[in-house]
């Protein structure tokens, strides 16, 4: 089991940015993919981002492609979300996640086993 702590979010101007970042520990941490998820009250938890476990790959919803990007540090044990050019619709509560099975790449939300416990962001139009 993987421990996930975020931080990073707040309010922000629409057009202005903010970086998330993600703290893991309890288990080895550099064969898992990570990834950043969010959601609205009364939506379904949706895909934002993931990175394969060397940071070779990463992926994005269509939403947020070229405003956000996703990276890592397996000696920190930390993954970030910087985003930039924030909208309106970017107003979620963001999670950061943990992959359960090592070396695999998916970007299924059940797929993720290990959850933090959300941190909120706000864009203000």
């Known amino acids: 089991q993987v421990q996930l702590v975020e931080s990073g979010g707040g309010l922000v101007q629409a057009g202005g940015s903010l970086r998330l970042s993600c703290a893991a520990s309890g288990r080895t941490f550099s064969m898992y993919t990570m990834g950043w998820f969010r959601q609205d009250p009364g939506k379904e938890r949706e895909f934002v981002a993931a990175i394969s476990w060397s940071g070779g790959s990463t992926y994005y919803a269509d939403s947020v492609k070229g405003r956000f990007t996703i990276s890592r540090d397996n000696i920190k044990n930390t993954v970030w979300l910087q985003m930039n050019s924030l909208k309106p619709e970017d107003t979620a509560v963001y999670y950061c996640?943990?992959?359960?099975?090592?070396?695999?790449?998916?970007?299924?939300?059940?797929?993720?086993?290990?959850w933090g416990q959300g941190t909120q962001v706000t864009v203000s139009s």
């Open positions: 996640a943990a992959h359960s099975r090592r070396a695999v790449v998916t970007t299924t939300r059940a797929d993720f086993g290990s």
